[in-house]
């Protein structure tokens, strides 16, 4: 089966740095993303990680341990427009090919 | 097209009729995944389409649930006989590839479909 668990809901003051986790149970893994999600918007792309270790983008990075099933999303000197939902998923095999399960989401509110 | 484009932007259809909802993925993109999101939920996946190969309908809820994609490009999503369960935003999303590389998708803006 495929499980991929994230906290509902987080709050952050503007400036501060927030840190949203990750876990999973997948059917195979190759890789896991973050997408970034604005109410009745698409979602985008925020970071990808497929090896351990941790992926520095701006304010953004994310981190991944494979042996542990476990990523992160670090978000560091909040602003308010990073009020959005925050999605966490993980591409699995599938026919010999990958696809892209989601978690979830994590609604984070930033406050002044 | 420059993105994925979704079509219509909103449907509201009445209990127990049938609905298509369609996709243009961008042009090369070899992967398309059908999504559903209910409201503040995260995405369900119900399909993936890659390439030729046979499609993974794993995620599908029912057998009211089909989906097509032509010429290996334009998808349509039919959900048949509409049940009130079934309003949700459909998101549409494709990818260049999905083999072990980093296979970013490109989602849609969704159709938000209502069923009254």
């Known amino acids: 089966g495929q499980n991929i668990d994230q906290p509902t809901e987080m709050t952050a003051t503007e400036g501060a740095i927030v840190q949203i986790n990750c876990t999973y149970q997948t059917s195979g893994f190759n890789g896991l993303f973050w997408y970034q999600q604005h109410a009745g918007e698409a979602p985008t792309f925020l970071s990808y990680?497929?090896?351990?270790g941790l992926e520095e983008k701006g304010r953004f990075s994310s981190f991944l341990s494979r042996s542990k099933g476990y990523s992160y999303l670090l978000l560091k000197e909040l602003q308010m427009k990073d009020s959005a939902s925050y999605l966490c998923a993980v591409l699995t095999p599938s026919g010999g090919y990958n696809k892209l399960i989601f978690g979830a989401g994590t609604r984070l509110a930033v406050h002044p | 097209g420059a993105g994925v484009s979704q079509s219509p932007s909103n449907k509201v259809t009445e209990k127990g009729k049938d609905v298509e909802l369609r996709c243009d993925p961008i042009s090369g993109h070899t992967a398309l995944y059908w999504y559903r999101q209910s409201l503040g939920q995260g995405l369900e996946f119900l399909i993936y389409f890659q390439g030729n190969s046979a499609p993974d309908k794993s995620g599908l809820p029912s057998d009211r649930f089909s989906a097509e994609r032509t010429g290996g490009s334009v998808s349509t999503l039919t959900i048949q006989r509409t049940q009130q369960e079934d309003s949700a935003v459909y998101l549409c999303a494709s990818s260049p590839t999905g083999g072990p590389v980093n296979t970013e998708a490109f989602f849609g803006q969704g159709t938000r479909l209502t069923v009254v």
């Open positions: 990680n497929v090896l351990d």
